[in-house]
């Protein structure tokens, strides 16, 4: 037998613990069957706006008559989206609405509809209203046709934004509860996969083997890394068939522009984050002997994972109030608050540097905290041990 | 050589060891008795590195036991422990690539030692789907796997069935042939005396007798034991202090040479020697001293 350096024996028992975690949890049936149905269920949902028949809207059947109706015509066909249908007199065209055979008449000056018409449909119908009541004036008046078009066409406001990388509202909303939903979905996963496992080593003693051959932070790392990988191959594999779908359905191309960078930054805050949460998770973990008892000492942690969630929704809704640039500064909330508070708005770079640090630091705390406790704990059994306790102890 | 040294060990307000120490040599097979509670687990635990001595230390071919070397010892503790959820031959190779061992070589030997063990048709179930006394065989292979230089088995054979006794008995027979010194404990006092060298035994804390089998014998020896055909009764005629244990007389502080003598002047003697106590006595008489 070979003796390898004791740098290289370091890593490969790190790489060991690691594989088997990869080898064991990830290819399990239960993890790949679990990996499958969402797989699919991903790739439907994106195929299904073009199932639903690619999102177009339904045209808004209008009559029209009276006054202006000729120049309203010429408006709305130029606005398109209208199936216009034209009623010799205002009476006709009311009854029609009446009768259901269109949604809205717009006869002599009058807007009929059968219940309220929504804000957009009567902005647009105002606004060719006016359009009309204009171009017949101005026919009125004796201008031509192409005249009448300039001065009812000037040239559109030009647009300059002030803030960088603005982005559509919608779509920035709907980016950060994705991001928030995934990191939220990517913590809890490994969080109790790696408190099962260390408890499971546990009850099973087979740690007092694995501890002759392999130091603890060795153990508690591995898993870290291990259950780190599953997690995002199965993210990833969630995210290629999304994005595969969307691009073969031609969706794609809607996607904001920035969202490949979002996802990469997220990575990043994911990465400390699993740090952080997860050495803690095995620390705790190793304070039970029994698989039941470990829901006690996760309780911790689940909810702040679930206050980092929550206040990532929150940072959502108000991007800017105090709360969410608090929450999205101090660890352990920021790991899900900074990200999704970056995709709807623009973070002062300070802000996101101090909230990095305090994230780094947090996790090389919770690195040291959860690597202490899983040492002197893990070969203690017997009921729970306290959390002063296990610090009292030596290892 | 694997020296343990003056080991002293607290757990709270109890003393688990009070200065245990033993040896065993190259090619030693080492028995280590006493009664539940003595210190046997703590003593091993020790030695392999999974708990910490508050003094003493142990000590291999010269230097202190470190990691790199405790990697090529085998561990067998005495509270059982596998990954239920794992393939009975990818659990032993995982196990031998944890000693260090290529991922192809620890392959090979889990292979062979589920071929040992008549487990070769099992490889592929999960560790949980084998009975207890499978189980238990797996258990062995893990410590096994890595061909270890040095043993350390915590009650090896507990629960063990009689064809796994057998393969345990040879593998440490076949390592202490190899120069590996084999330090186990048993409760069962006749496998200790079949393959041991020589045996410690610990009461609380503290070892109490320690030896070759055959000085730790010779120790005890005390009788002499006498069958003569006759029909006399030699009780008065025997010199030293005589009495009876069946047919037999048993005979102390006497010239063995002159009680055999007098016993063959009586008629013809079929059975003389002097008691050989078994370990299983030997441990009764040290523990109750």
Known sequence: MSSPTPETSRMRGLMLVAGREIRVRGLSKANLVSLIVTVVIVGVLAALPTILGGGEDEAETIGLAGTNAAAMESQLKAAGGFDITMYDSAGEAEQAVEDGDVDTAVADGTLYSEENPDQGLQTRLDAAWQAAAVQTSLAEAGLSDAEIAAALTPRPLATVTLAEGETDPVTSYFTGLVISIIMFMMLMTPVQYIAMGVVEEKSSRIVEILLTSLKPWQLLGGKVIGLGVISLVNLVAMVAVGLGVSAATGVLADLPPGTASAAISTIGWWLIALVLFGTLAGGVGSLVSRQEESGSVLTPLIMSLTLSYIGAIFTLNAPTSTFAQVLSIVPPFSAITMPTRMAITTVPAWEIALSIALLVLAAAGALALGAQLYKRSVLYTGSRLKLSEALRRTA | ?289
């Open chain 2, 1 to 289: 050589m694997l020296e343990i040294k003056d080991l002293h060990k607290r757990f709270g307000d109890t003393v688990a060891l009070e200065g245990v120490s033993l040896t065993a040599a190259p090619g030693e097979v080492v028995g280590f008795v006493g009664a539940n509670g003595a210190g046997k687990t703590t003593t091993m635990r020790i030695a392999m590195g999974v708990l910490a001595a508050d003094s003493g230390q142990i000590v291999y071919n010269g230097a202190p036991l470190d990691v790199a070397a405790r990697r090529r010892f085998g561990y067998m503790p005495s509270e059982r422990g596998l990954y239920p959820k794992m393939k009975t031959a990818e659990q032993i190779a995982y196990f031998g690539e944890l000693h260090g061992m290529s991922r192809a070589e620890a392959k090979r030997a889990a292979a062979a030692l589920l071929e040992q063990l008549n487990l070769t048709e099992r490889s592929g179930d999960f560790v949980q789907d084998l009975s207890l006394g499978n189980q238990q065989r797996v258990q062995l292979a893990v410590s096994l796997v890595h061909d270890p230089e040095a043993l350390i088995l915590d009650e090896p054979f507990s629960g063990l069935d009689p064809l796994a006794v057998d393969v345990m008995g040879t593998a440490l027979k076949d390592r202490a042939a190899n120069g590996a010194p084999v330090i186990f404990s048993s409760h069962q006092l006749d496998l200790i005396e079949r393959l041991c060298d020589s045996v410690v035994i610990i009461g609380n804390g503290k070892i109490i007798a320690a030896g070759s089998v055959e000085a730790l014998k010779a120790k005890e020896v005390k009788q002499l034991r006498v069958s003569v055909q006759t029909p006399q009764d030699l009780t008065e005629s025997l010199p030293g202090t005589v009495t009876r244990d069946g047919d037999d007389y048993l005979v102390e502080d006497a010239d063995d040479q002159e009680v055999l003598r007098i016993a063959a002047a009586a008629g013809r003697v079929t059975h003389f020697a002097y008691d050989q106590p078994t370990i299983a006595e030997i441990f009764r008489e040290a523990v109750t001293r």
